[in-house]
């Protein structure tokens, strides 16, 4: 299996490429900085495995929801790259590429991803490891206030992202009682999204290169509150 993945959607800018088991991956956290670094980091991991983008199977990419230019470059990327080598797209959401992390990471199988929408909201959703090691939507994925979060059943759920560094107390109040503890600074790396992309790639859900498209969850994205 030969799969690369690209992920711009937060703070964290990072690129990844499966060949066999094997992964190799670069990852920098740079505001801004994303256009200028995620092409140099495709093709410093293609030229040091000495493959070409027609080689690959596919190109995973962080769909969101995230900063809404994030969003656009890894999939504007991702759909240039795919078109000029044939390829199929695979998109991944972006707070279950943070829970996957968690649980590389440290082991978190229980997972309520939160990252900060701006304008006083949290994209959430919450997740749950499966048999297969991989993170699992429970409910939606959605953007709301970080004071009416939606808070599974049961205890021993984590926090991850940079939705509880903004809104922490709001956060902490509403999720009292089923949290064991939270990180404020993680990101989404494109690491996990091979995690992700994978076993699409292997059953072939996959999609041609014009459907990779952005998930904003926000209808307009250049809403504005009072």
Request: aromatic letters at 12%.
């Given at each position: 299996m030969k799969l690369l993945a690209i992920e711009t959607s937060t703070e964290a800018c990072s690129a990844a490429l499966l060949l066999g088991n094997e992964i190799q991956s670069r990852y920098e956290i740079a505001p801004q900085q994303h256009a200028n670094l995620i092409l140099p980091m495709v093709n410093e991991l293609l030229a040091q495995a000495g493959i070409k983008l027609q080689q690959l199977d596919a190109i995973a990419f962080g769909r969101g929801p995230g900063s809404f230019t994030g969003v656009r470059i890894a999939a504007s990327v991702t759909?240039?790259?795919?078109?000029?080598?044939?390829?199929?797209?695979?998109?991944?959401?972006?707070?279950?590429?943070?829970?996957?992390?968690?649980?590389?990471?440290?082991q978190k199988i229980k997972v309520l991803a939160a990252i900060d929408a701006r304008i006083s909201?949290?994209?959430?959703?919450?997740?749950?490891?499966?048999?297969?090691?991989?993170m699992q939507l429970t409910g939606e994925e959605c953007v709301i206030?970080?004071?009416?979060?939606?808070?599974?059943?049961?205890?021993?759920?984590?926090?991850?992202?940079?939705?509880?560094?903004?809104?922490?107390?709001?956060?902490?109040?509403?999720?009292?009682?089923?949290?064991?503890?939270?990180?404020g600074d993680a990101f989404p790396h494109a690491e996990d999204i091979i995690a992700l992309a994978s076993p699409l790639l292997a059953s072939g859900q996959v999609l041609?290169?014009?459907?990779?498209?952005?998930?904003y969850l926000r209808d307009n994205v250049a809403i504005k509150k009072a």
């Open positions: 759909q240039g790259l795919a078109f000029g080598a044939d390829v199929p797209v695979i998109p991944v959401s972006t707070l279950a590429a943070i829970a996957q992390h968690m649980y590389r990471e440290q909201e949290v994209y959430w959703a919450a997740y749950e490891l499966d048999n297969n090691n991989l206030a970080p004071d009416s979060v939606a808070v599974p059943e049961g205890k021993d759920w984590f926090g991850a992202g940079t939705g509880w560094s903004a809104y922490l107390p709001q956060l902490q109040s509403r999720t009292k009682g089923h949290i064991t503890g939270y990180q041609p290169p014009e459907q990779a498209i952005p998930v």
